[in-house]
Structure formats: structure tokens, C-alpha cells
């Protein structure tokens, strides 16, 4: 099993550390892992992406151009990497702030209404994480176990507190996950 | 398996200097390198090892600190990237030329001048070639993954004090930042000062007290006094070439095809062989893990059975030259890369190969 991820968005959106804890949650599963983030003048003024790849085998290049999942959450991130989805593969997106849906008929395409059920379920904090419940509710590489001890390895003890709501809101994007595009 | 963690290339830098002994470390912050010294800010070693870390006003001030401590025969670094490791030169140079070992970290980004802050091995030549002036030559290690940068510190450190010789750890911005899973070794403590006197006594400056006194200068007058000690150094590049030179093949036993490259670009191969031999065409990958000592015989004994080497580098084409001189005509060696801060893809360096030496 290889799984290449790209996640984009705004910096803020916790892009980069929903990617780092679906690592830490694929080393908990003894998987090898990747993640490379945009760290250049992009994040400092908007955007933010970070490739994340987990597999069975021995990890070749950190550096993608196609991916076999896009998770989206904002137009310019749409723009930018629809066209990279690996054809049959999995364009994940919140629907905030998309002027132009996705166009593609070769992949498949879903919805999470990440940033309305966030804001909804009082901690808007938590869209990361709803975003991804979707992605796992799709492609089941991490067992919520594993993402468990994976936030429990990558936040600070101090933060410990907050991690049966990160769980439930995983919970809330895995059942609210909505299917655009089938093929 | 040991303490296993995800963590930036750039944050083991620092933790491994912490856990191997490390004396010193002496630097200043610039993109995509900050973590290092961030990182050895957050874990403050100097409440739990003693170790020094210093946020010097320049890189010049930094390299000049490491050739100040390096001379009492401390375990000392600095950490840096391009435009940073350019203003350490004359540094560099004179920490070469009075035979000090201490480690010396570019996590590269792209040029020339400022340039950006996007990755690029376009320090090659600056490293392996010269950077300083005069006939000196670095130890120079090229990681590939999170965990190479945790290994060669300690390497890093062990090799400059075997040969009394800086040495550094070419690394960049892809390998810096890329977190990966790492698997952090034992706390060894620091050297003590009997071991510094039983490991470095000969020559480093520790107080005179009733011997004659120790001078560490890279400065001799008399020119036959300085060929002499360009013969010593001479004498030591080779021992180097003939002891330390460290490779990794993938896939060689069968090519016809070798691409060379290293660091990152090393990785992005690994897939582009994926792709070829998906393809039925048989490539293989040579990386270089020294760039200094370079692996020579490896390469010159491969050109006597494949049909071509493909030099991939993020830069305009610096190794390919080493790669010429070690095959010297015998099959043909193409160059390829992006530069300027822009990785190329697998995809890219497999179109590459098939226009430039396969034929298509």
C-alpha cells in the first residue's frame, strides 16, 4: 500500500498539522511515512500545501507532481492541484469559498462541508479534523486508534485535554462526507 | 527499535548534536535552516549536556567562534544555508588550513546572491571544489533522508577528528524541512577534559602548563614551509580517497542506464527508476553519500557495462563534471536538472533520459 497525499489551503486552515498527525498516526501503524510542506513565500501570505505519504515499502521521492488523493479547502488550492489527481483517484474538498466547482471526469469527487459543521458544532477549531474524518471515511489507510496515539504523540501534553473532541469531529466528517462524483 | 519520532531534517540536526556529545554549536538563523538553531533554543542543552548554543551577529562571527573553539579540540559546529555558507568562506578556508576538525551544516537553497528560499544543490562546486580559497578539501556527507541527517553528525564529527579536517553535511531545503520518521540513538556524554588530552592533546591548545606551546594558525611565511604542509594536506586528501569514499546503489546489478545523483534529487530518482523499470527499461541509481571523497572507482568500473550516466542535480550541472572525469570518454554523461529553487519531478527526469541517451 502507497498512499500520496497532497492537502492545500489557506495557512490557518491547519493544513500542516492535519498532514503531521496522519504521519504520526501512519508511523503509530509501523507504515513509512513523508510530509514535505510549502515553506516558501506562499505560506507567509497565503496558501499552505504539504505532501503526506504513507506506504508499506520504503519511500522513494518526498516531491510529488500527481497524487492519488487531494484534499482542497480553498479556490486557489483547486485551481492549483485538481489537475494533478492521479486519474481514478480521490479529489476531496470543502465547498467554502469555491466559485468554481471541480471539473474533472476522471476521479472522484467529495465533499465536506468542513468550515459550516465546525463552525456549527461550536469549536471551529476542530474543521481539521473534520476534514479529515472525511478522508479516512474515504480511504481507511488509518485506524482511528492510530490517530488516537498519533495526536497524543504530536501535541504537547498540555493539549491532551483536547483530543476526545478532535476524535468526535473526526467522527462528524466521517458521516458527513458527501459524494459529487462517482465513476 | 529505539526512541522513534516524526521530525524536519532541520530538527534532528539539533538533536543529534545535543545526544552525541556535542561541545558548541555557534550560529544565525536564515531560511530553510532556522529550525536548527530553534530547535537547540527550545531543548536548551546547555541546562542538560552543558552545551554551549550561541546565536552569533553574522555567519562571520559564527565560522570565526567555531575556528576559536575547534582549536581547543571541542566537538563544535555551525549551521547555515547558501548565502550564509558563502559569507563563512575565508573561514572555512583558514579552519582547513590550520587542520581543525569541527562540522559545518548548508541546508541549500537556491542562487546565485540572495536567490530564494526554495531548495536547489547548486552548492556543489562551492563545497566540493573550493568556496575558500586555496588547496583545501572538505569532508563533504550528502543525507537523503531525515535519518542520514541524524547519522552523520556523529559521522560528521568522527571523520573530522580521524582526519583533523572540517567536515560538512551538504544537505537542502527539501530534506531540511521534510519531516520523516527518524530513530534518535543513546545520549553519549561530552568529552571530558582527560579525554580531550588523550583524543586532541597533540596539537590542541589547552594550556600550555610545561610543554612547549600549541599554535593553531593557518598562516607559514616561508613558502617551502607551506608546501609542506600542502603536501601534508595532499597526503591526507588521498588517504581520504582511498578510505572514505561511501555510495548506495539501486538496481545497478543488470543497467544499461545509471543515473547519478544525491541528496534529494537522490530520492526523486529512486521513483524515476520505479517508473523506467515499470516501463521494462533497465536503470539503475548510483548515489554518492561523500560528494568529497567522491566515488570514482564505483562509477569508472560501471562505465565499462552500461551505455550511459544521466547526472541529475538541482543546480546547471556541477557533479556531472566528477562524473566525466571518472568514466574519461568511455560511454556518454548528459546532465539534467532544474535550478533556481525548482525540484524536478520523477516524470521529468525519465523524460530526460529517454531524449538524451536512450534515444526516443
Redesign the interface.
Known sequence: MTEEIIIAGFGGQGVLSMGKILAYSGIMQNKEVSWFPSYGPEMRGGTANVTVILSDTRISSPVLHHYDTAIILNQQSLDKFEKSVKPGGILLYDPNGIVHEPARKDIKIYKIEGTRLAAESGNPKTFNMIVLGAYLKLKPVIELDSIEKGLKKSLPERHHKSIPGNIEAIRVGQENVESILVL | MGD???MKGNEVIAEAAIRCGCDGYFGYPI??QSEVLETLAIRRPWEETGMVVLQAESETASINMLYGAASTGKKVMTSSSSPGISLMAEGISYLAGAELPCLIVNVQRGGPGLG???PSQADYFQTCKGGGHGDYKLIVLAPASVQEMYDFVELGFELAFKYKNPAIILSD??IG?????VELGEYKPRWTAEQIQEISGSWACLGKAGRERHISTSLELDPYGMEKNNLRFQAKYREMEAKEVRYEMFDCEDAEYILVAFG?SA??C??T??IARSKGLKVGLLRPITLFPFPTPIIRELAGTVKGFLSVEMNAGQMVEDVRLAVNGKVPVEHFGRYG?V?H???EVFDALKQKLIGE
Request: aromatic letters at 0%; glycine letters at 8%; proline letters at 7%.
Open positions: 522513534v519520532r516524526l531560511t530553510p530564494t528560499i526554495q531545503g527539501v524541512q521534510m519531516m520523516e520518521k534529494s530520492r526523486i529512486q521513483k527508476v520505479e529553487g525540484i519531478t520523477p516524470e
